[in-house]
Structures are given as structure tokens and as C-alpha cells.
């Protein structure tokens, strides 16, 4: 099992900014690719984006493109999620997990179907 933390969730007025961070317990992060999923209450978990182990690629889900960002500081070995305009659907509970990579793409598939507890993002007035 690849153990993963999530951290930076919080509660967060419409429009506003939240950075989530992803980091490892026991193991180096920065061999895999790494994905955010999220699930809102009464939904499925949804990929949103991921990243593959250089950062050299990145992907998006049409519903945060544009608005989220990717990233990772292998240094640190740790993934960020930086989400900018945010809107009350985005609200969900947040996870990363690793992920499967074809053809140097990152797909938002976890490798072992592992999940944390994840951290809680509200977007509310």
C-alpha cells in the first residue's frame, strides 16, 4: 500500500484560493505519479488532475481546467494542488493517490486502490 497524507483542506468563501499539499508516509513520492480524486457527499470520486513523476505532464478535468494547478517539489517530495476560483460544487473531500502512466501520460486511475482519509474543502457564503 502507498500511504499518502493530504493537508490544507478548510472552509473557504466562493471565489477564494486553497493550496492542498500530498505527502508520504515510508516511501518516496516522487517515484510515481501522483493524482487528486475528490467526492463530494452522495456523488462518486472523481479524478481531477494528476501529474507524473518528473512533472513534465500534467492533466486536467474539464470542470477545474483552468482553475486548479499541479504541481510537485520533488526536493520536498510533495504534490501540491493549487485551486483558485473556487465554487460551492468543488466542495468534496480531497484525495491524492498514485496513479497509472501510458505513453509518459498520467491517468487519474490509482495504482492499488488505496484511499486515506483525505482532507475536507467546503466552498460556501
Known amino acids: 500500500q502507498l500511504q499518502l497524507v493530504e493537508s490544507g483542506g478548510g472552509l473557504v468563501q466562493p471565489g477564494g484560493s486553497l493550496r492542498l499539499s500530498c505527502a508520504a508516509s515510508r516511501f518516496t513520492l516522487g517515484y510515481y505519479a501522483i493524482g487528486w480524486f475528490r467526492q463530494a457527499p452522495g456523488k462518486e470520486r472523481e479524478g481531477i488532475s494528476c501529474?507524473?513523476?518528473?512533472?513534465?505532464?500534467?492533466a486536467y478535468a474539464l470542470s477545474v481546467e483552468g482553475r486548479f494547478t499541479i504541481s510537485r517539489d520533488n526536493a520536498k517530495d510533495t504534490v501540491y494542488l493549487q485551486m483558485n476560483s473556487l465554487k460551492p460544487e468543488d466542495t468534496a473531500v480531497y484525495y491524492c493517490?498514485?496513479?497509472?502512466?501510458?505513453?509518459?501520460?498520467?491517468?487519474?486511475?490509482?495504482?492499488?486502490?488505496?484511499w486515506g482519509q483525505g482532507t475536507q474543502v467546503t466552498v460556501s457564503s
Open positions: 493517490a498514485a496513479v497509472i502512466t501510458v505513453q509518459h501520460m498520467c491517468l487519474m486511475r490509482s495504482l492499488d486502490d488505496y
Open positions: 501529474i507524473t513523476s518528473s512533472g513534465g505532464s500534467t
